[in-house]
């Protein structure tokens, strides 16, 4: 499925379409033709500077800025957002534990101290010094 969002690394296939690389190369993992006119699709696709240009130079709000009330007020060329969203303290999360049960999302900024409480993180056992799951902790002594 092609996103047919602002392009993200665009590339461009030997017709001139162009498409978000991961995209494109996600389509041709099951398709031989191209989405757009379904002439052959080439494998080899080419980096589209054009593009890249415009979109890198546009200047855009980041994508936590409405997930949820208060959300993040980064706004800057599109060629930063790559920089920024692994650091922005809005972006939305899942607790570490998800796998254990817990179902929290919040902001960035506010995991460190959900994991300090979380009914489904690890302690280690004292008796045992084995990582044990909080919930077990009173039947481990």
């Known amino acids: 499925m092609l996103c047919y969002g602002v392009f993200n690394q665009p590339v461009t ?13 996600r389509w041709q993992l099951s398709h031989s033709r191209c989405p757009v006119d379904r002439s052959v699709l080439d494998r080899s696709l080419i980096r589209n500077l054009a593009v890249e240009g415009a979109i890198g130079r546009r200047t855009i709000r980041c994508p936590s800025t409405t997930t949820l009330p208060g959300g993040c007020t980064w706004t800057e060329p599109t060629v930063s957002l790559e920089n920024h969203l692994p650091h922005c303290d809005m972006k939305t999360v899942e607790c570490t534990f998800k796998g254990r049960g817990c179902i929290l999302r919040a902001y960035q900024r506010e995991l460190a101290a959900h994991l300090l409480v979380c009914p489904h993180r690890t302690v280690k056992c004292r008796a045992c010094d084995v990582d044990i ?4 902790f009173g039947s481990s002594r």
């Open 13 to 25: 296939c030997q017709d001139g379409h162009s498409f978000c690389k991961e995209c494109i190369e």
């Open 133 to 136: 799951p909080f919930a077990d």
